[in-house]
């Protein structure tokens, strides 16, 4: 498994249920199409958290790197249902940061 993670402020955190619908409504659509396995999306607790990373932690599970090139490219396109659905999100992000992860040991790795 694949793990793109982004952390990012709201430009306007008194939005923040409304923020949570739209990545629902966003994510669901790709996980629907087969685009990704899944998704969560967290807030910072307390304050706690390292400098330089956002309040919110979404996180987008991927079989593999292909699925997620899929995803990346139905988005890219910025146009009809995806486009409709990922605007309301993307438009509300400030401060964003990502990295992309992965299951260790690789399922395929020789284990000495």
């Not at 993307?90 to 790795?109: C, E, G, I």
Request: aromatic letters at 14%.
């Amino acid at each position: 498994m694949n793990y793109y993670h982004m952390w990012f402020n709201l430009r306007e955190s008194r939005r923040d249920t409304e923020f949570s619908r739209n990545v629902d409504a966003y994510l669901g659509h790709l996980k629907e199409k087969g685009l990704i396995e899944g998704w969560s999306l967290s807030r910072r607790k307390f304050g706690f958290g390292p400098d330089g990373v956002g309040e919110f932690h979404c996180v987008v599970r991927v079989r593999d790197l292909a699925q997620l090139e899929s995803a990346f490219g139905l988005v890219a396109t910025r146009a009809g249902e995806v486009e409709r659905l990922h605007h309301p999100v993307y438009s509300m992000v400030t401060d964003f940061k990502s990295a992309l992860y992965r299951d260790f040991p690789d399922p395929q790795r020789a284990i000495e």
